[in-house]
């Protein structure tokens, strides 16, 4: 089995930071493509950030510039570092990470249970 933790989330006031985490456990073969998904009261989910095992990176427009997302492939963990933050930011983040587990020997996506970001003064 495979699970996703995040953490990091809190309450920020407009222009601060925060730097989320993710740590993925588990039977873990290999892990493939890992990112970051928002969603927003009243709102589709969306792609904030994704890279990939070999560290190309791909950031939604509404947030270049101001987040960074990393890696640690020997820790099986993904970060999100977010400065600049707007009130348009608050929303609930989740982890995901394209995984081939050992028990399945497929990749499925596995996803984290979310933490929430509130940006507000």
């Known amino acids: 089995q495979v699970q996703l933790v995040e953490s990091g989330g809190g309450l920020v006031q407009p222009g601060g930071s925060l730097r989320l985490s993710c740590a993925a456990s588990?039977?873990?073969?290999?892990?493939?493509?890992m990112g970051w998904y928002r969603q927003a009261p009243g709102k589709q989910r969306e792609l904030v950030a994704v890279?990939?095992?070999?560290?190309?990176?791909n950031y939604a427009d509404s947030v270049k510039g101001r987040f960074t997302i990393s890696r640690d492939n020997a820790k099986n963990a993904v970060y999100l570092q977010m400065n600049s933050l707007k009130p348009e930011d608050t929303a609930v983040y989740s982890c995901?990470?394209?995984?081939?587990?050992?028990?399945?020997?497929?990749?499925?996506?596995?996803w984290g249970q979310g933490t929430q970001v509130t940006v507000s003064s």
């Open positions: 588990g039977w873990i073969f290999i892990i493939n493509a």
């Open positions: 890279i990939t095992s070999d560290g190309s990176t």
């Open positions: 995901n990470g394209r995984v081939f587990a050992t028990a399945t020997k497929r990749f499925d996506d596995y």
